[in-house]
Structures are given as structure tokens and as C-alpha cells.
């Protein structure tokens, strides 16, 4: 069955470390995101994709990067991590069949747990 | 701009109870609208999408959610509550007044009493 799959789970770091949290889906989706979810805030876009070697900033990309090299993976970098970026990250995707953008059911992984001490 | 607004951080309803779960969007053009579910310690899933098809959407698990142009409303109801209904929710809008991008709102937990 294709998935989507998050890794590490769980991850604690320190302030200034570089993390990186890996994203790897099997349904061969054009279309990958990144959303961070805070109490209160609902799901923040972070960064997302539309295809390969196509990136774009969502409305919180400060402070993070993604980089897309091919359809089924797209990690999402912390370059220097900061107390605030402490959360519950997922990541997504979708078809793109229509040519729109993303106008169709996303499939979400299950998630990371990330605090920076 | 597009946005999504759902009305209540939290509902709680006896079980048996109807459930109504309010979300409200603004769009200048006919959107995409979405229900996702979150259980504790998953990501969201589709309980249900509205594409313009047909105003009255049903979902899965027994829910259901009705698109009122006039209103700019999508919410979501089910009949009768059971205790596995407790999760919070989630409406999301697509369109393109916001360059087809899907916005989420804030969500709403959902507690079922015995």
C-alpha cells in the first residue's frame, strides 16, 4: 500500500544544531508540503512543492529550508534551530492532476515531535 | 485573500447527541472546502471534500457537511455521536483567490460524554 512516512518520530536538539526531518511518500504525489502545529495555530504552512526541483515559502518559512530531488522525498531543514521552532511537524501530499496546484485530498504522515532545549 | 474560520475551540456533546462542528470560509471564487480528522498522536486524515459537484457532501464514519454559497458556510454534522468521534477537526479551503493553495483553520476538539 503507498504511504507516507516521517522520520525521526521524536527528536530533541539544541539551540544552533541543524536538524533535518526526512519525508519520504509512495504515492508518487506531484505535490509535498510541510506544516508545523501549535496549539492555538491550527497547521502553519512551512514550505511546499508542486514537483521536482520546485520549492516555494509558505507563510512561516523563516529559519527553514526544503530542497525536492525527486518525487518521493522532501526533507525539511532547520539551519540553526531556535526554542521557537519547538512543535509537532507533518508533512503531506497531494495530486496535482488538474495542473492547478493543490485542489484535492491531502495525505499526511504521522508526524515528528521536535523540541529544541 | 481566502481564509477559513471554524467557530469553537471546543464542543462537547453527550453521546447520541447530534454533532455540528462550524466552519466559515471567504473566497471571491467557488472554493474547494475540506473536512480532515486528527486522532491523538496521528496526522489528519479526509473525512470529507465538497469540489462543486454536490452541495450536500457525505463523508466518512456517518458525517456529513452542506456547502451554503449564501451563508459561506461548510459545516459539519452527524447525527448521533459515539465516543471513537473524539478527535479535533479540521476545515480547509482551497481556491484561487489564494493561488490554489490550501489554507487549514485553527481546528475544533470534539469531547463525547458517556
Known amino acids: 500500500d503507498a504511504e507516507i512516512t516521517q522520520s525521526p518520530r521524536h527528536k530533541i536538539t539544541e539551540t544552533g544544531r541543524q536538524v533535518t526531518l526526512a519525508c519520504h511518500q509512495t504515492w508518487n504525489h506531484n505535490n509535498m508540503f510541510w506544516y508545523r502545529q501549535d496549539l492555538g495555530h491550527g497547521l502553519r504552512l512551512i514550505h511546499y512543492?508542486?514537483?521536482?526541483?520546485?520549492?516555494n515559502k509558505g507563510e512561516v518559512s523563516d529559519g527553514y529550508s526544503v530542497s525536492r530531488s525527486n518525487t518521493e522525498d522532501l526533507p525539511l531543514t532547520l539551519e540553526s534551530a531556535a526554542s521557537s521552532q519547538t512543535s509537532v511537524y507533518f508533512c503531506?501530499?497531494?495530486?496535482?492532476?488538474?495542473?492547478?496546484?493543490?485542489?484535492?485530498?491531502?495525505?499526511f504522515g504521522p508526524g515528528t515531535r521536535l523540541t529544541v532545549l | 485573500a481566502q481564509s477559513v474560520t471554524q467557530l469553537g475551540s471546543h464542543v462537547s456533546v453527550s453521546e447520541g447527541a447530534l454533532v455540528l462542528l462550524r466552519c466559515n470560509y471567504s473566497?471571491?471564487?467557488?472554493?474547494?472546502l475540506f473536512w480532515y480528522v486528527q486522532y491523538p498522536n496521528q496526522g489528519l486524515q479526509l473525512l470529507l471534500k465538497y469540489t462543486s459537484a454536490a452541495t450536500l457532501v457525505k463523508g466518512i464514519n456517518g458525517f456529513e457537511a452542506e456547502f451554503k454559497k449564501s451563508e459561506t458556510s461548510f459545516h459539519l454534522t452527524k447525527p448521533s455521536a459515539h465516543m471513537s468521534d473524539a478527535a479535533e477537526y479540521f476545515c480547509?479551503?482551497?481556491?484561487?483567490?489564494?493561488?490554489?493553495?490550501?489554507?487549514f483553520g485553527a481546528g475544533t476538539r470534539l469531547f463525547v460524554k458517556a
Open positions: 473566497s471571491s471564487v467557488p472554493p474547494y
Open positions: 503531506a501530499s497531494s495530486v496535482n492532476g488538474d495542473g492547478k496546484g493543490d485542489t484535492d485530498t491531502q495525505y
Open positions: 512543492s508542486y514537483g521536482v526541483q520546485d520549492t
Open positions: 480547509a479551503v482551497s481556491s484561487n483567490t489564494g493561488g490554489f493553495k490550501t489554507i
